[in-house]
């Protein structure tokens, strides 16, 4: 268990605002806390009554929107092949709402999360005398605005943490990294940063459909690029051209003569297994005719995808548009 961890259950983070994950990470088909625990890279929204805002894995970490959940936190990571629980160092997401603290609504102002972060600190010093606190250079997050970094050494858990500060309208978000290791904490710091630029603050008002089809969206967007980026890969341009009349034919199923005449276009994004099937297939936009794409590939099996790309899913992405 890391320092703030405990601390916030034993009373240091009083006014703990608690948050859901919305998890919609690249290969997972769900929305809220998905039956898949984990996702490398994985991205989610974090959201409460009065606050919901993004993170994303950084490459080579794990998003994990279950088991943090014991001890109160809905998004962890770790790097991958580790585990929250046997990981040398981890990072997790955590709210503390102003009302509770009895704060301002306000945000943007940099002397009053400064002050914010020094009352968090005594705190903090109360729980763990000895505890030794050091300023670090600030990170902006992906939508600019300023994090105060805060580094804690010397408590009584052993623990060497930085915190990222980020003041909002009614929550200050914290981003925490935590290891027992000064070696693996200085190995990790950069993945932190990484973690601090990816906030983005979305709205003070979740409304959870609106997210989820925000994170759709987002989602979508990242297996699209995961899928061109696929295709650099020794042999992929050609293993995609050989996918050609398998999608023809698909196509052709669901838009037979006698079919009324149809004009648009929609995007397939899929995960094609080492056998040739499809996984994880999600179309943009819905139509029937999407729809109808969608369900008969994956009644189909492709060639096999490139040995280069290894063992795992290859990504693909199959563009439709129709002229009558």
């Not at 063992?311 to 129709?322: G, W």
């Amino acid at each position: 268990m890391t320092a703030h961890q405990i601390a916030q259950s034993g009373g240091f983070l009083k006014g703990f605002a608690p948050v859901f994950l919305l998890f919609f990470a690249l290969g997972l088909f769900g929305f809220l806390l998905s039956p898949v625990r984990a996702e490398e890279m994985g991205t989610g929204i974090v959201y409460g009554d009065d606050h919901a805002f993004a993170v994303r894995a950084p490459r080579g970490w794990v998003l994990d929107n279950r088991s943090g959940v014991p001890d109160g936190l809905q998004a962890v990571f770790y790097p991958t092949g580790s585990t929250w629980r046997d990981s040398r160092a981890v990072m997790y997401v955590n709210t503390t709402g102003k009302h509770a603290k009895g704060e301002g609504k306000s945000s943007g102002s940099t002397g009053a999360l400064q002050a914010f972060v020094a009352a968090d600190v005594r705190r903090f010093r109360q729980e763990s005398p000895g505890v030794f606190v050091s300023d670090s250079p600030s990170l902006t997050t992906k939508d600019g605005k300023t994090a105060l970094i805060r580094t804690f050494t010397g408590d009584k858990w052993k623990n060497r943490e930085a915190v990222a500060y980020i003041d909002e309208p009614t929550i200050v978000a914290m981003i925490v990294l935590s290891s027992r290791d000064e070696g693996t904490f200085e190995k990790c710091f950069p993945a932190f940063e990484q973690l601090v630029a990816s906030y983005e603050f979305i709205t003070t008002k979740p409304n959870l459909e609106k997210l989820k089809e925000l994170q759709f969206n987002w989602d979508f967007d990242a297996r699209v690029e995961a899928a061109k980026q696929a295709e650099l890969v020794e042999g992929a341009k050609e293993w995609v051209t050989s996918t050609g009349p398998v999608s023809q034919a698909a196509l052709n199923y669901c838009l037979p003569p006698s079919a009324p005449p149809f004009r648009g276009n929609f995007t397939m994004v899929a995960e094609v297994l080492p056998s040739g099937t499809l996984s994880s297939v999600w179309v943009r936009p819905d139509s029937d005719v999407s729809r109808c794409f969608r369900e008969r590939m994956k009644q189909e099996k492709l060639p096999p995808p490139p040995s280069s790309y290894g063992a795992k899913p290859y990504p693909i992405t199959f563009t439709i548009n129709v002229v009558p």
